[in-house]
């Protein structure tokens, strides 16, 4: 079976902590992404990556980074979190090759990673 | 870039056929249709996806208009399983993959 996991379900950390997200992959696919999930808003796109040490900005990057060291593995860091990044963060992968990332194929979802920032 | 419009929600009896519809009038010839699903406290869920033809899978099938403006994800017996939000979603050659709010399903026993 086809599997996206994240680190954490849940996690609480203080405003100005520095914050690691992960997400592992086990289907040897060469996108993955993380997007944020708030109500009304629907997935926003953070970052993406279609290979191992590259990544592209999606559409809300500011204040966040991210770090893909081995093709399973993507990292979301907030550098100095804050209250309005409290959010569910979702990580995904694709196996379409090349920088066409979720365009002609599956996505494959984790589970989520419900982020407070008090 | 392209985005899709899709009612708010939609209620179904359970057992009859749903017809969820989705607007797309901005797509380019390149852009893909896909559906995804989600139900509370979990990530999205593949549905089914296309590019020009109908597509038939196992969970569903996919109806695209002859000018690709808009489709429709066909569930053909709704089950108390299905109840869950649907995102009628383009992705484009950039990586763009723009998720709206989506279609919230409600299936009545």
């Known amino acids: 079976d086809v599997k996206v996991t994240q680190s954490s379900r849940y996690l609480v950390k203080r405003t100005g902590e520095k914050v690691f997200l992960e997400c592992v992959q086990d289907m040897d696919h060469e996108n993955m992404f993380w997007y944020r999930q708030d109500p009304g808003l629907g997935l926003r796109l953070i970052y993406f990556s279609y290979d191992v040490k590259m990544k592209e900005k999606g559409d809300i990057p500011e204040g966040y980074s991210v770090s893909r060291e081995k093709k399973e593995r993507f990292s979301l860091i907030l550098e100095s979190a804050s209250t309005n990044q409290t959010s569910m963060y979702l990580c995904?992968?694709?196996?379409?090759?090349?920088?066409?990332?979720?365009?002609?194929?599956?996505?494959?979802f984790g589970p989520g990673t419900r982020l407070t920032v008090l | 870039d392209a985005k899709t419009t899709q009612p708010n929600s939609m209620e179904s009896n359970e057992e009859e056929p749903v017809h969820l519809p989705c607007n797309h009038s901005?797509?380019?010839?390149?852009?893909?249709i896909h559906w995804y699903r989600q139900l509370p406290s979990q990530g999205p869920e593949y549905v089914i996806h296309g590019l020009t033809s109908n597509v038939n899978n196992r969970m569903a099938s996919l109806a695209i208009a002859e000018d690709r403006k808009s489709s429709t994800l066909i569930l053909h017996r709704a089950t108390l399983r299905d109840a869950a939000v649907y995102y009628c979603i383009l992705s484009n050659t950039g990586n763009q993959f723009y998720f709206g709010t989506g279609t919230s399903l409600t299936v009545i026993p």
């Open positions: 901005t797509i380019s010839g390149t852009d893909y």
């Open positions: 995904a992968s694709s196996g379409w090759p090349g920088r066409q990332g979720l365009a002609g194929s599956p996505g494959f």
